[in-house]
């Protein structure tokens, strides 16, 4: 470890000791990245993400009362709902006259049933797809969830829910005469937005990760309760990426992507004007790198290391608008000597895998404002 290195991480915790944290200060530091050691990135991106406060002395009392309100969460959605399905079973009596599985009334309980299998599915598919070629997802956790997977329970958890599902409601589309339209969304298709679940696993993934490998063990054990309220909080200042009828608004993916070139038209006309000319629309690429804040774009280690400068920015998802930006810019050169399918190719699958640069060109569009 070098002498400069250690340097930070005594930055780091000169901050963190302090009874009251210095906000500024840890973004500071932060956003030039944050070192693992010690549990420092777990500890941060909770400060960062307004789960932990300011105030060191609260920090025990809010863990406690988070992860106990996390239990009560499974307790009321997962396990009494299961635990009556057990009781009761599906008799013939769940079926009558007035409500069947094939009720289009919105508020028949058949119905909420259905979507309620369509979304566990869709869960259920992106959660196995979650990062393949990373062994840390393919593995069992340490620590996992004893009040859901006690082998002495006897309840329906989701788990079993999803693998007694025979209908695949995540390739099929209802409509209103209960009549079935197979389709299958293709990875790398240009969508006008996401379902408002489809991509969160990506969110979800390198928050956990990060938790999960805290070095301080009773941190670690509560990783699931942590990442939830931490990926609560993030999806607050996201949501609106995900909600097809904020497209078009100001607040909407549109209009972000749209951001993205008009921040590129005014810092590189030349690569801009390329672009247009070759139909290359930000919703080709913008799209993903946006909604799924560049997870997609990049190995995991590197994603998270965005996310430190991402989550540590007052105005953090400006900056991810810089960063998109710097990324066009700095394959300038390949862009403008390439034609419609070389530039495509180069934008769904990022060539630059050095993510500091990507950093430092955002930083210097921010700082030429």
Not at 251 to 266: P, R
Not at 270 to 295: D, G, V
Not at 304 to 312: K, Q, T
Not at 326 to 340: C, P, S, T, Y
Request: proline share 5%; net charge negative; hydrophobic share 35%.
């Amino acid at each position: 470890m070098s002498s400069l290195h250690k340097s930070r991480i005594a930055d780091f915790q000169d901050v963190l000791k302090e009874p009251t944290i210095a906000l500024e200060k840890l973004r500071e530091l932060s956003f030039s990245g944050i070192p693992c050691e010690g549990g420092l990135r777990c500890l941060c991106w909770k400060i960062l993400l307004n789960y932990l406060p300011l105030e060191r002395a609260s920090w025990t009392s809010i863990l406690a009362k988070q992860r106990e309100l996390y239990s009560q969460f499974l307790r009321e959605m997962i396990i009494q709902p299961g635990i009556a399905k057990a009781n009761m079973g599906v008799s013939r009596e769940d079926v009558t006259f007035e409500d069947h599985p094939l009720n289009p009334n919105p508020d028949s309980r058949w119905n909420t049933y259905f979507k309620d299998n369509e979304v566990l599915l869709q869960i259920d598919k992106d959660v196995r797809r979650l990062c393949p070629d990373i062994s840390f997802f393919q593995r069992a956790t340490e620590y996992p969830c004893l009040l859901i997977l006690d082998p002495q329970n006897e309840f329906e958890t989701l788990r079993k829910r999803v693998e007694q599902t025979t209908l695949k409601s995540q390739t099929v589309a209802r409509n209103r005469s209960g009549v079935t339209n197979m389709c299958s969304p293709h990875k790398n298709s240009t969508p006008s937005s996401l379902n408002e679940y489809e991509g969160m696993n990506e969110i979800v993934g390198p928050l956990y990760y990060t938790f999960a490998t805290d070095p301080n063990s009773e941190w670690k054990e509560h990783a699931e309760a942590d990442t939830f309220f931490c990926f609560t909080n993030l999806m607050a200042e996201i949501r609106d990426n995900f909600i097809k009828s904020l497209d078009d608004s100001q607040c909407g993916i549109t209009y972000k992507m749209e951001k993205v070139y008009s921040t590129l038209k005014d810092k590189d006309m030349e690569l801009y004007l390329k672009l247009q000319e070759q139909n290359i629309k930000p919703q080709f690429f913008a799209f993903r790198w946006l909604t799924l804040l560049l997870s997609q774009e990049f190995l995991l280690p590197d994603v998270i290391r965005i996310w430190d400068s991402l989550f540590a920015d007052d105005n953090r998802f400006d900056f991810l608008l810089l960063v998109c930006c710097a990324m066009l810019i700095l394959i300038r050169e390949q862009l403008l000597e390439g034609d419609f399918t070389v530039n495509m190719r180069l934008l769904q699958d990022y060539p630059i895998t050095d993510v500091c640069q990507i950093l430092q060109k955002a930083k210097e569009l921010q700082d030429s404002k």
